[in-house]
């Protein structure tokens, strides 16, 4: 088992190792061999000082930060969770780019949508530097200065706001951006996407910025979203803001389909006619009255009476009569075939730019049961294409929108608090980018979750569809001010805010469902989640800077004992979590969700992982657990070294890896 989070540079040289075989020897890069493999191809870039690209000061610190490593884990709060052991919803609070370095073993490559709020750099936002997580807190804050020699924490020094008067305005936001979205990038799976909310003071970096890390080719859109009607401003008033939109591999996500929203109140029409069929027994001209009646008691502002002309109705459905004459643009060509009349037997009446179908296209439409053409009392009138709304109800996502974002605010009020938290996002704008790009069963990320209105959304759209999306909410607990509302509230941190909006949603959806049918059969929408806090390693690390024979010697007199024996850390659901989160990889990827079934076998406690992935027997084995594992053949047998005893402890570790071996399990020392 790796200790750390996973290597990002030795992870590209595998990938790079894919596309030039011979570029890599022994985990080295050739770079003579690559720049003749990439000059035989054209496709070696500029490299003079005159070429375009993105710079900013501290853009190479950035792309350091990508590749350093993490000992750190989550810490599992099931008293601070909901269902923690069936639920699949995560939320950590910690900082965000070290808990995207430990999700990078176990959810690389399976999360399908990321949709992320960061700081709009509006020149009051303060960026966090986070802990080393090599160290215990006490030693580290010390050693850099957080910490003074009486042990007080200076707040000031992790909390830097990055004001315009600073001469790295823009280039401090540049570098907080760039490692999260590299990291996150590889959470994507191949057809994944992510969506970025973002105003005008950073837009322009930010699209630059994203072209880098995901490419341009990979470019989705750029979303305008007005926000409200009317703005104060002395020249323009702003009233919109963006989302950005980019693919981890745009062929990917096209081979999975294209995206479509349903059109806005054409489900609850489908409905309402199905209702009218039904209680009117098919006699499509009274369902046609019904329709119309209908339609004309909604209100003009009612989503359902933009389709008031779906009121026509056979056997196929309810649709529209459409026109399909050619475009008047002037052309003499357009097909001038007859259409004749079914009843008359006449010629209808055509119409003067000539039909747009073809006549074998005609034709197919007239064969069809019933006829996809739709023909006035006798041949005087011109035939119509019949346009089913069932077949129509879905359409691209358009590229400019409004929706008030007062409605997200007096939502977030209603469940955490008046003035608690300012400017969240509205969860049916976040409900409808979720349903546009995932399935019933992805995985949605929110590493910048504030109060938690993408959790909320991912909620929310199971319970209407009965989904089973899960979300990941990552949020740094970020505290907060005196005197501000939140505080009187009795919030202290923002994760306080966002853990009880989690508890309060799913409150509400559960007390709405109750003595009500569950949607899709027995299923219950999952209203639960998982918290987790980021904590440091229950594993000692090696620190290989230690240079003088004493320390060294106590060193290795401390890893006689490799797990941390004192706070929080080192209890069995803590390293049980940490073990999921380090040992996977490949094959054995694992979310945090994996089910575990704890049972006691020859009088000790066992783990089983994934019914059979992996046994974790942390407290030690004994003969009645090897024998077990050899009769139930997990694929790999997870114990901790100190477990074997201090008498010829290798000959007892070859032993139990011989028997475990006969049975094709691999015995995992930690």
Known sequence: MEGTSLDITTANIAQLQQVFPDVVSEGKIDFQRLRAALEAADALTATGPEHYELRWAGKDAARREVQRQTTATLLPDPARSVDFDTTSNVFIEGENLEVLRVLQRGYFGKVKMIYIDPPYN???????????????????????????????????????????????????????????????????????????????????????????????????????????????????????????????????????????????????????????????????????????????????????????HYNWSDDRGLYFAADFAGPDDGRTSRPQHDIFHPVTKASCK????????????????????????????????????????????SEPYASVF??????????????????????????????????????????????????????????????????????????????????????????????????????????????ARAGKLALNGDHVPDTGFRTYRLDYSNFRAWRPEVATAPDMLAQLELFQEPLHTYGPTGTGEAMLTELLLKMTGGPDLLPLSAPVTRREIAGLPVHDVANGLAWLALAGINPGVVAAAVAARPRRLVVPGRCFGPENPDEQVSNARLQLADADITLQLI
């Not at 346009?387 to 109800?393: D, F, P, Q």
Request: aromatic share 10%.
């Open 402 to 511: 409004y929706r008030d974002g007062r409605s997200a605010t007096l939502e977030v009020e209603g469940l955490v608090g008046k003035g608690v938290f300012p400017f969240p996002k509205n969860t049916d704008v976040l409900a409808e980018l979720i349903e546009l790009v995932t399935g019933p069963n992805d995985l949605v990320l929110d590493f910048f979750a504030g109060s938690g209105s993408t959790a909320q959304a991912v909620m929310n759209l199971n319970e209407q569809d009965g989904g089973h999306r899960q979300f990941i909410a990552v949020q740094m607990p970020e505290p907060i001010e005196l005197n501000t509302e939140a505080y009187k509230a009795g919030y202290r941190t923002i994760t306080d805010i966002t853990h009880a909006r989690l508890l309060r949603v799913g409150e509400k959806l559960r007390t």
């Open 122 to 308: 509006t020149g009051n936002d303060s960026f966090v530097y986070p802990d080393d997580y090599s160290e215990r807190r006490e030693d580290y804050e010390k050693r850099t200065g957080q910490r003074d020699e009486n042990g007080f924490l200076n707040k000031q020094d992790l909390w830097k706001k990055n004001t315009r008067e600073s001469g790295q305005y823009h280039s401090a936001w540049l570098s907080m951006m760039w490692p999260r979205l590299y990291l996150s990038r590889n959470l994507l799976r191949e057809d994944g996407v992510i969506f970025v909310s973002i105003d005008d003071n950073e837009v322009h970096n930010l699209r630059l910025l994203m072209n880098e890390v995901f490419g341009e080719e990979n470019f989705v859109g750029q979303i305008v979203w007005q926000r409200s009607k009317k703005g104060d401003a002395k020249l323009i008033a702003s009233v919109h803001e963006y989302i950005l939109c980019y693919t981890r591999d745009k062929l990917a996500t096209l081979a999975k389909g294209i995206w479509r929203q349903k059109k806005k109140g054409a489900e609850a029409v489908l409905a309402k006619y199905a209702e009218f069929r039904k209680l009117l027994a098919n006699e499509h001209a009274q369902v046609r009255e019904a329709m119309q009646a209908w339609f004309r008691g909604l209100s003009d502002g009612d989503a359902r009476k933009a389709h008031k």
């Open 350 to 393: 055509k119409p003067s730019t000539g039909w747009r179908w073809d006549a074998t296209k005609t034709d197919w439409a007239l064969a069809q049961q019933p006829a996809r053409i739709h023909f006035g009392p006798d041949e005087n009138t011109i035939p119509n294409r019949k346009s089913y709304l069932e077949e129509i109800s």
